[in-house]
């Protein structure tokens, strides 16, 4: 890895990458691994065809794939000839998926046809009912008036949608001389990234990064860990997320690194990469974590190839248990959101293990954090409890197309505001506390649902938890705990509300305990509170109450 960092364009990097380490292994998903040479065919082979149909520069083109060896040649061959990849989730569905692709004027999407039972060109001849008429080439839809072409990548594909190898088909038509011409018309500073937020609260909104702001960050990253060219990375964080695309694959990319990954999360098949690729970092988010360590035969697999590893997570036994457990030493803890192209905040390596555990540490290099009165925006001094505002190179370039909601999140002083709340302790280091949505109001009192959280980790028949709030008539709201519990064990409610009796604050004590089997998670592996939200509120308000 470079010393400092230069600015660049994503197809650079391949390039630099594939000539100074042309059979290093780049990529393996799932049995199939390709050397930083086969990539650079590949991604060149697809950008050739991109430009012979026509795909011109800030050209939007939507990708609708789960993790693959696909999502990531499209990806840097768009990159390549300065287009623009919108990410769509694949828990996505119709109407999210429609809105998602016009608010962004996409002209070219590319998508599967199922996964997991969901039937994807279901969805799309929904939306495109021209779909179903041949004519692979001039889509004229209705409802999506710039979406010109539809690449299907496997499956029984619709009469209108072409396959996803017309790109290798039509690629002889474009010379590599031309495809260098457009390559070198891209700037690092052009936007080649619309990452859209959940939209858990509102209508999602695509926040714009150039080449420059995600490589940087993937950078800062690499320093922070100590990352180095024969590091192996594995992540099953999806692509089409901001940290499994930024902050895991660009990573291990632009490093001369090796990624592996899996087309969807699953504890045991992790664990079974990990082991077969002698994996030396990983990445996840603290439920994915839990599972894997939760795994019944996880004692079986050799883990001991871990080095490092990346976790957004504030419950500080989650993180010693991923140190004990798996052995991960080098673990770091990271604080970021898609408006911020990852992170913004990290601890480093070398930090005390009480830091890397119960911080998400510093500033990265050329970023400034501020904690804010949320109502007024005004500075609070270390130690006290506001919202999260971030500065600096890392902030996105606005959302696509909606100037009012920019202008709502970035300040004249060009703070974002996170919607986080949190607090930096003497030394700097940042303590991501909830989302302030989250934060639970017990009759007067504010409580962190994860604080409450991290401490219920502590029960030993607790595998997971979520605490959101639930419906009082005589305080308004209060804690509401959903427990998926140990294998085995025979875990009750009074259980876990007598555990934290005198232990913690009796406003803060759960009122009440549900057990669950699983929970919903979206598709980076975050349990979706907002559906918690509404299961309490049905349990517990006189209409919904058993």
């Known amino acids: 890895m470079t010393e400092t960092f230069t600015p660049r364009t994503l197809g650079t990097v391949l390039e630099e990458v594939a000539a100074r380490l042309p059979s290093r292994r780049a990529l393996v998903f799932e049995d199939v691994a390709f050397t930083y040479s086969e990539l650079l065919g590949r991604v060149r082979t697809l950008a050739r065809g991109l430009l012979a149909i026509g795909l011109e520069p ?4 939507g990708v609708w794939l789960p993790n693959c060896v696909e999502w990531i040649t499209l990806n840097l061959a768009v990159a390549s000839i300065g287009g623009v990849t919108v990410p769509i989730n694949m828990r996505y569905r119709t109407e999210e998926a429609e809105y998602i692709l016009g608010q962004s004027d996409c002209e070219l ?37 710039r979406l010109r072409r539809v690449l299907g990548l496997r499956g029984r594909r619709p009469a209108g949608v072409a396959p996803f190898t017309d790109l290798e088909r039509l690629s002889v038509e474009v010379t590599e001389e031309d495809l260098s011409e457009r390559a070198r018309s891209v700037a690092p500073d052009d936007i ?17 990064h150039p080449h420059v702001t995600l490589l940087r960050d993937s950078y800062e990253i690499c320093q922070a860990m100590r990352i180095a060219e024969p590091d192996v990375l594995f992540s099953a964080l999806p692509l089409y997320h901001i940290a499994g695309y930024a902050s895991a694959f660009l990573s291990a990319f632009q490093n001369g690194g090796t990624f592996v990954t899996a087309d969807h999360f699953d504890p045991g098949k992790s664990l079974e990469l990990i082991e077969r690729e002698r994996c030396t970092i990983i990445r996840g988010v603290e439920t994915m ?62 930090d005390p293990l009480k830091t890397r555990i119960e911080t998400q540490g510093r500033p990265l290099p050329g970023i400034e954090v501020r904690i804010a009165e949320p109502e007024t925006g005004s500075p609070l001094p270390r130690g006290a409890q506001g919202e999260i505002l971030v500065r600096g190179w890392n902030v996105m370039k606005g959302y696509y197309d909606k100037p009012k909601e920019t202008a709502e999140t970035i300040d004249a002083e060009g703070w974002l505001h996170t919607g986080d709340l949190g607090l930096q302790d003497s030394d700097g280091n940042l303590r991501f506390i909830d989302r302030i949505k989250d934060v639970i109001r017990v009759g007067g009192e504010n409580v962190s649902a994860a604080e409450v959280e991290s401490f219920l980790y502590r029960h030993p028949k607790v595998e997971l938890v979520q605490v959101v709030a639930g419906p009082d008539p005589r305080l308004g709201q209060v804690c509401v705990a959903y427990v998926k519990a140990r294998a085995g064990s025979d875990c009750s409610a009074e259980e876990v509300i007598e555990f934290c009796r005198g232990k913690i604050a009796s406003f803060k004590v759960p009122r009440h ?32 109450a058993a």
Do not use: W
């Open 58 to 61: 800030g050209a939007k083109v």
């Open 109 to 145: 999407l590319a998508m599967t046809d199922q996964v997991q039972q969901t039937d994807y060109y279901g969805m799309i001849t929904e939306v495109c009912p021209e779909l179903l008429e041949a004519g692979g080439g001039d889509l004229k839809s209705v409802r999506l008036p």
């Open 513 to 544: 305990v549900f057990f669950v089997d699983e929970f919903p998670l979206t598709g980076s592996g975050k349990v979706q509170k907002f559906l918690l939200r509404d299961l309490a509120r049905q349990a517990l308000e006189p209409s919904g």
């Open 192 to 208: 080649c990234h619309i990452q859209y937020t959940s939209g858990t609260t509102a209508r999602p909104k695509g926040a714009m």
């Open 289 to 350: 974590f839990i599972m894997i360590m939760a795994h019944p035969d996880f004692d079986r697999y050799d883990v001991s190839s871990l080095r490092g590893g990346v976790c957004g997570s504030n419950a500080p036994d989650v993180l010693q248990a991923v140190y004990n457990k798996m052995g991960v030493r080098e673990l770091t803890s990271v604080f970021g959101l898609s408006e911020t192209a990852s992170a913004s905040t990290m601890t480093r390596v070398d």
